[in-house]
């Protein structure tokens, strides 16, 4: 990606498979970030950790253009946006998980997300962190 290429499928799937052992390694909960943009993929990450929930960040294409830009040293450039915007597929109904807007700041949408996971799993994996504005 560091180099204007996109990953393919087949790119992505020992990432992915990685992923679902280390979920399915750790006791207690745990959040990973990943770009797991297709129901395939997530799917990989499954079957190692069936439980995974997967929190659907969604933001409009000119936001996310922006905060990329912004960023400083990032392996992925704002280039490879359209192509990811093209790939994702949004969960779906069978899926555990939901969607959260990025419109708000990082802390604002984290504390919804560890409030969204206490309410519907019971436990959220922020318990310890302390979130700064």
Do not use: N
């Not at 393919?8 to 992923?19: I, M, Q, Y």
């Not at 797991?36 to 799917?43: F, G, N, P």
């Not at 929190?55 to 990032?74: F, K, P, Q, V, Y």
């Amino acid at each position: 990606m560091a180099t204007g290429q996109a990953l393919t499928d087949a790119d992505r799937g020992p990432w992915l498979r990685k992923v679902g052992l280390r979920l399915a390694s750790t006791e207690g909960p745990m959040v990973i970030a990943c770009s797991a943009l297709k129901r395939s993929y997530r799917d990989i990450i499954r079957q190692a950790a069936p439980e995974t929930v997967f929190i659907h960040l969604t933001g409009s294409a000119a936001l996310l253009h922006a905060r990329m830009s912004r960023r400083e040293d990032h392996f992925m450039p704002v280039t490879l946006l359209q192509s990811q915007l093209e790939a994702i597929e949004q969960l779906d109904a069978d899926e555990k998980g939901t969607v959260f807007g990025i419109s708000d700041t990082p802390p604002t949408i984290a504390a919804a997300v560890a409030h969204w996971l206490t309410e519907t799993i019971g436990s959220s994996p922020f318990g310890m962190l302390k979130l700064q504005p």
